[in-house]
Structures are given as C-alpha cells and as structure tokens.
C-alpha cells in the first residue's frame, strides 16, 4: 500500500492524482473539490479525510463562527488555539465535517488533536477561558467518535492523542481499528529524544495488540540512513510509514 499524507491545499490534487488503487491518501479535504475526490476513490483510492477535533485555526471558514469556545492558545502553532470540545455546538460542527467528508466517497477520517484530553487534564498557559473537566472533555470526544462511526459512517483514525486513545480503546473495544502516531523517531526534523522515543514506541506497540487494522506512523527525516532505519523499524512491526520531507505534509 503507497501512502500519502497531504494537508497543503496546493498540493492535495497532485497528491490523490499520484495515488493508485488500494493506495491511503490522508488529506484535508477543505478546498478540495468534491469531483476530484470522488474520482481518487473511484479508482480504488482509500480516501481519509482530515477533521481536527480539539483545536480550531484561524484561517478556516468557520473559524468566526467558532471562535467563542477557544481556551488557549496552541504552542508552536500560529493563529491555532485550543477549544472547548464539550460544546454541542461544536460536536455537530464534527458531524457536519464528517458528513461531507462522507459525501466526497472517503472511508474514513484523520481526528486529530484529541489531545485535548491531556491538555485539560494537566492545564494550560494563559488561558482565555476557563477549560472544562477531563471528563467532561472525555466524554465529548467519546461522543464525537461514535458519531463519525456510526452515524456518519466513517472509520476513525486518531492521529497521537495516546491518552484519550488508551481509554477510550479500554473502554470501547473494536471501535477504534487503526491509529496512526507522528514522529516516533524524528519530528520537525530532529531526532526524538531517547524518553520520547520509547514512550511513543510503547503506546504503538499497545495499539497494535487492542486494534484489528494498522499502526501507522508519520516520520519527519531526510537523509538516507534515517529513511532506511524508519522504514526497517516500521516494517520489522508489521505498521506503515510515511515518510514526510515537509513539516507542512505535501503528500509527495
């Protein structure tokens, strides 16, 4: 199986027209028109689209809109903030995702940052709200994720999230059937420390023994010999591997 990670608009319909049959293309599907998804899956491309469950960027349509349910600020990533996941109003700005995602002919979705379990259970920076319980936040992904399921239709591959993941897998064995982790080895093009590593490493090797589909991994590395070790670890493990040469995923 050839995979693609493609979350550069510019480059989303290079991506699935390089995609082949019983090949995964990860996209964001935002810009894309409907038609050229269509046709990546009518050609036996395995379709996901990209949905980001705990945080909202400033450069979607939909971002005024939403903006009153921000928490915080996201480190690292300018004009992103963290959100309020409890909201209905945003649970069914999820679903309405989902349902067009559905509609373009893709099988499943990415859902990113469910981290926001983690973050509200350890707590943020200068907040600009007051965040709501873990449990509260638990059960509100729980929700979304039973929703793109089975109301939607669409598989659901959480990207990282482990803490959300390990509880919500425990809970609901057979739901959650594939996962997919950035940056086991080497992120933003650094190599992991060696702490990071290892707990990444055992959190994929528990999803491997509580899933039925495939681990998969995102690696951010360029030269040969870290290419050639990422892809003899992912494969001695039986996952699949993406390798990126750009933090923005230009899905080549």
């Known amino acids: ?27 964001d599907t ?16 395995w379709v996901y689209g990209y949905i980001n469950a705990g945080s909202l960027e400033r450069e979607r349509s939909y971002y005024g809109r939403l903006k009153h ?28 995702l989902a349902k067009a995602i559905k509609d373009t002919g893709a099988i499943g979705v990415y859902l ?30 729980e929700d979304i994720v039973d ?23 425990t809970e609901h064995p057979g739901i959650i059937q594939t996962i997919n982790q950035e940056g086991l080895f080497y992120e933003d ?19 491997a023994k509580h899933i039925k589909g495939k681990v998969r991994g995102i690696e951010y590395c360029k030269k040969p010999a870290e290419i050639a070790y990422v892809k003899a670890y992912y494969a001695a493990h039986g996952w699949d591997v993406y390798i990126s040469k750009h933090t923005d995923l230009r899905g080549d």
């Open 1 to 27: 199986m050839g995979l693609r990670y493609c979350f550069e608009e510019s480059k989303v319909l290079r991506a699935l027209s390089a995609s082949r049959k019983n090949d995964l293309a990860v996209i």
């Open 30 to 45: 935002d810009g894309i028109s409907t038609a050229a998804i269509k046709a990546a899956c009518a050609r036996g491309v």
């Open 69 to 96: 349910l921000r928490i915080a600020k996201y480190g690292g990533w300018q004009g992103e903030y963290w959100i309020d996941p409890t909201a209905d109003e945003w649970k069914e700005h999820i679903v309405a």
């Open 112 to 141: 990113d940052n469910t981290d926001i379990y983690y973050m509200c259970s350890h707590g943020f920076k200068n907040p600009m709200r007051k965040a709501p319980s873990k449990e509260a936040v638990y059960h509100a992904l």
């Open 147 to 169: 929703a793109i399921q089975y109301d939607v239709g669409l598989i659901v591959m959480p990207n990282g999230g482990d803490t959300f993941v390990r509880r919500f897998i």
């Open 189 to 207: 093009f650094r190599k992991q420390s060696k702490e990071e590593t290892e707990y990444r490493k055992a959190y994929m090797k528990w999803a």
